[in-house]
C-alpha cells in the first residue's frame, strides 16, 4: 500500500529563515501529493498540492516540487514568519483517498 | 459559503458509553471520511463514504460505525467507548472520483473516561 514519510520535528526556526520539510512517499502508480497545514486548534487546510511529475505546487510563498526519481515532495519556504507556526502534513493521494505523513511541528521565533 | 461543520467540538464521556459525533458539509460532495489524529500517529482513516447509502471500513474502524442517508451527513458512532478512543476526531469531504483534494472539518476532541 501507499505510505508518506515526512520529517520528524518538531522543528524550530528564527524568522526569516529558510524552511525545508521533507517528505518522501511510495506509492503504485503515480499519485497526487499534497501538503496540509494545521493551526492550533483548527481542522487541516490544504496549503498546496501537485498531481503529476515535475509540477510544482505554491502557496502562501511555500512551495514543493513533484520529484517522481527520487519519490519526494519536500516542502520549501525562503523567508518563515511567526504566523506559520503550525502542524504541517504531507500526503499522497489515489483512489480518492489520502494517506498522511506522522506530521512536523514547526516553531518560528520572533 | 459552502462548509463542512463538527458537533459537539469537544465531548467527555465514560468507557461503555455509546457517542455519535456529527459531521455535516454543504459543498454536496459525494465522498466523506472520518479520521482520529494522535500523536505520533497522524491521521489514520476510520471510516469512508462515497454516496449515500455506501459505506467502508477503514484503517482503524474496529468499534465504529457510520451511516450515510443523505449526501450532506456521515455521523460517527462509538457503540461502546473505550479509553483508547480518546482523540481528536476530523470529517472531511471530496468532490467526486476525479479529485483526491480533501477539505476538512474543525475536528471533535473526545475524551473517554
Known amino acids: 500500500g501507499n505510505s508518506v514519510t515526512q520529517m520528524e520535528g518538531p522543528v524550530t526556526l528564527s524568522e526569516e529563515a529558510f524552511l525545508t520539510i521533507n517528505c518522501t512517499y511510495t506509492a503504485t502508480g503515480y499519485p497526487s501529493l499534497f501538503w496540509y497545514v494545521q493551526y492550533p486548534g483548527e481542522g487541516l487546510q490544504l496549503l498546496l498540492k501537485a498531481t503529476k511529475a515535475d509540477d510544482k505546487g505554491s502557496n502562501k510563498g511555500f512551495e514543493a516540487t513533484y520529484r517522481k526519481e527520487t519519490t519526494s515532495f519536500h516542502l520549501e519556504k525562503g523567508s518563515v514568519q511567526v504566523s506559520d507556526s503550525a502542524v504541517y502534513f504531507c500526503a499522497s493521494g489515489s483512489a480518492r483517498q489520502l494517506t498522511f505523513g506522522s506530521g512536523t511541528q514547526l516553531t518560528v521565533l520572533p | 459559503d459552502a462548509e463542512i461543520t463538527q458537533s459537539p467540538r469537544h465531548k467527555i464521556t465514560e468507557t461503555g458509553r455509546q457517542v455519535t459525533l456529527a459531521c455535516h458539509q454543504t459543498?454536496?460532495?459525494?465522498?466523506m471520511f472520518w479520521y482520529r489524529q494522535d500523536l505520533g500517529h497522524g491521521l489514520r482513516l476510520i471510516h469512508y463514504?462515497?454516496?449515500?447509502?455506501?459505506?467502508n471500513k477503514g484503517e482503524v474502524s474496529d468499534g465504529y460505525s457510520v451511516s450515510r442517508s443523505n449526501t450532506e451527513d456521515l455521523p460517527l458512532t462509538l457503540e461502546s467507548a473505550a479509553s483508547s478512543q480518546t482523540s481528536v476526531y476530523f470529517c472531511a469531504s471530496s468532490e467526486s472520483k476525479a479529485s483526491e483534494t480533501q477539505y476538512f472539518g474543525p475536528g471533535t476532541r473526545l475524551l473517554v473516561l
Open positions: 463514504s462515497y454516496g449515500v447509502q455506501d459505506t
Open positions: 459543498w454536496n460532495h459525494n465522498n
